[in-house]
């Protein structure tokens, strides 16, 4: 999606340890029309396929999953939680996903009344780089019985492994900006 890639050109930052900071437009200050195009893009790409629910992972993902959502028929979005509340464990889907840009392991949490057996879901996220984070709503889905019917990401980093090896397993993942390559020195990012 071109203009996402420009976007990530003009005000994304690289940082060292292959970190891309966009949180000027992506996952701090949020650029509203830039989700709405997304949101658009991804219900182009996804067209045909009968899809029930959203299912994203706090926080950043929640508020692209809620513009996409506009494009999909309104359809409901869950948010996986990363802290637990005192809710009964027994009323929820709990697994544990390693953080890439926190570096340390935190549960991934959502209740069971929110997602069902049999129903197809679409998977979203700001970005992909090992996987892990889509992993675990794959796992809460298989738990659930509910079926993923795509996964749509934001930015992936594609020298990183996580997109082989979902697509490798025969997931659709759909990501509108491919990074191939990105320098913190010069800040050049490489788009495929
Ligand atoms: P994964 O689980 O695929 O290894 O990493 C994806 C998660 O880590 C995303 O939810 C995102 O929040 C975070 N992440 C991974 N790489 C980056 C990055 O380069 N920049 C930012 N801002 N977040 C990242």
Redesign the pocket.
């Known amino acids: 999606m071109k203009e996402l890639q420009d976007r990530i050109r003009r005000d994304g930052m690289v940082k060292p340890g ?5 949180d000027s437009f992506l ?1 701090h200050q949020c650029d509203v029309a830039l989700f709405d195009h997304m949101g658009a893009e991804w219900a182009r790409i996804f067209s045909g396929r009968h899809i029930d629910k959203i299912l994203t ?1 706090e926080a ?1 993902g929640i508020g692209i999953a809620c513009c996409a959502a506009r494009h999909f028929g309104d359809v409901p979005v869950v948010f996986a939680k990363k802290t637990q509340s005192i809710n009964l464990e027994g009323d929820q889907y709990v697994t544990k ?1 390693y ?3 926190k570096q340390r392991e935190f549960p991934v949490i959502v209740a069971k009344r929110f997602l069902k057996a049999g129903e197809r879901v679409l998977l979203l ?10 992993q675990g709503l794959i796992d809460i889905c298989g738990e659930a019985g509910a079926q993923v019917v795509g996964i749509g990401i934001a930015i992936e ?1 594609g020298f990183q492994s ?1 997109g082989e090896i979902l697509r490798r397993a025969g997931y659709d993942v759909e990501s509108l900006a491919i990074v191939t390559s990105m320098d913190a020195e010069t800040g050049t990012v490489e788009f495929a």
């Open positions: 292959n970190v891309l900071k966009v996952n992972i950043s996903v953080s890439y840009t996220d700001d970005f992909l780089a090992n996987g892990k984070a889509m980093k996580g």
